[in-house]
């Protein structure tokens, strides 16, 4: 009886968590669909001001500790690195080019879909540790991901986006304990508080413009981009000996799906984007299944 009840709980808190953020998105999905929806100036303003308020207003606030999270950095950045080392090859055995292949399987969800899912299951602690994994592998994106696709990146144009900025800005306050007034602390956690809800709409009015006739490498790339992020992150957990709260933080970031940035990147330097929408459309599909999965196993 005892036991039934712990699995009932467990389900229970599997489903809290879950089913607010997939509610979200599919109101924009439903949005989307009955209404034509541009949400350009919406994704603009969240990657300029709301995401970058609310990346400060956590790394900013008293509680927040960079050195504390250095060892959790360490597995998101050997993660990124080796799900990308090991697509590659792969990419070519599928024929499929790894300008194309790879960004979705390096880069995963941890904006849109990550932030939010560790708020829920794991409360503001596991926000700020989804904060410093996010940090890293969008630091990545906008270096590594975009020499990848485009053989260049310029060091000027990382210095000066809005989230660099902030994580910047907010490494010197973590750093230096500097004061946070609460004056200015409140309006910039309101703004922040915009972003999460505003990514998953996004996410959900986004998925209505995928093209899925490139099914077949969208199911690959959908099994593919855990596995891939798995592989490392499993046995990081295992040889570091994390704390039981930081393995689960880690091991949630790796089973996260593509990045839906990927599909605009792609799109922007002109690559096959409709297998890469295929790939971002049916792997946050899947993350239905393999997120209350992962949930269950490390809750």
């Known amino acids: 009886m005892h036991e039934t009840l712990q699995i009932a709980d467990l389900l229970d808190r599997v489903f809290s968590t879950v089913f607010p953020l997939f509610a979200i998105v599919l109101v924009g999905f439903l949005y989307a669909r009955k209404?034509?929806?541009?949400?350009?100036?919406?994704?603009?303003?969240?990657?300029?001001?709301?995401?970058?308020?609310?990346?400060?207003?956590?790394?900013?606030?008293?509680?927040?500790?960079i050195n504390t999270y250095a060892i959790l950095c360490l597995g998101a950045?050997?993660?990124?690195?080796?799900?990308?080392?090991?697509?590659w090859p792969i990419g070519r055995l599928l024929g499929v080019s790894g300008?194309?292949?790879?960004?979705?399987?390096?880069?995963?969800?941890?904006?849109?879909?990550?932030?939010?899912?560790?708020?829920?299951?794991?409360?503001?602690?596991?926000?700020?540790?989804?904060?410093?994994?996010?940090?890293?592998?969008?630091?990545?994106?906008?270096s590594l991901g975009a020499y990848i696709v485009s053989g260049q990146a310029s060091v000027k144009r990382i210095l000066l986006n809005p989230m660099i900025v902030a994580t910047l800005a907010g490494l010197v306050w973590s750093?230096?304990?500097?004061?946070?007034?609460?004056?200015?602390?409140?309006?910039?956690?309101?703004?922040?508080?915009?972003?999460?809800?505003?990514?998953?709409?996004?996410?959900?009015?986004?998925?209505n413009g995928v093209d899925l006739s490139n099914w077949k490498i969208g199911i690959y790339g959908a099994l593919l981009s855990p596995l891939t992020s798995l592989v490392f992150a499993i046995p990081f957990v295992l040889l570091v000996d994390l704390p039981e709260d930081f393995a689960a933080y880690l091991i949630l970031f790796a089973a996260l799906p593509p990045a839906v940035l990927n599909?605009?990147?792609?799109?922007?330097?002109?690559?096959?984007s409709l297998s890469?929408?295929?790939?971002?459309?049916?792997?946050?599909?899947?993350?239905l299944a393999i997120i209350p999965l992962t949930l269950i196993f490390i809750l």
């Open 35 to 65: 209404m034509e929806s541009d949400m350009r100036v919406a994704n603009r303003l969240n990657m300029d001001i709301f995401l970058p308020a609310l990346i400060f207003s956590v790394m900013a606030s008293k509680d927040f500790d």
């Open 77 to 87: 950045f050997i993660t990124v690195i080796g799900s990308g080392l090991i697509a």
């Open 99 to 142: 300008k194309t292949f790879v960004p979705p399987m390096m880069f995963n969800n941890c904006g849109n879909l990550g932030l939010p899912l560790a708020l829920l299951a794991f409360g503001d602690v596991g926000l700020a540790a989804a904060v410093a994994m996010f940090l890293v592998s969008n630091t990545l994106h906008f």
């Open 175 to 207: 750093l230096f304990k500097l004061p946070f007034p609460e004056t200015i602390q409140v309006p910039m956690k309101m703004l922040g508080d915009i972003s999460i809800p505003l990514m998953l709409f996004a996410l959900g009015v986004r998925m």
């Open 263 to 272: 599909y605009l990147v792609a799109e922007r330097y002109n690559l096959d």
């Open 276 to 287: 890469v929408a295929s790939i971002v459309l049916i792997g946050n599909m899947a993350s």
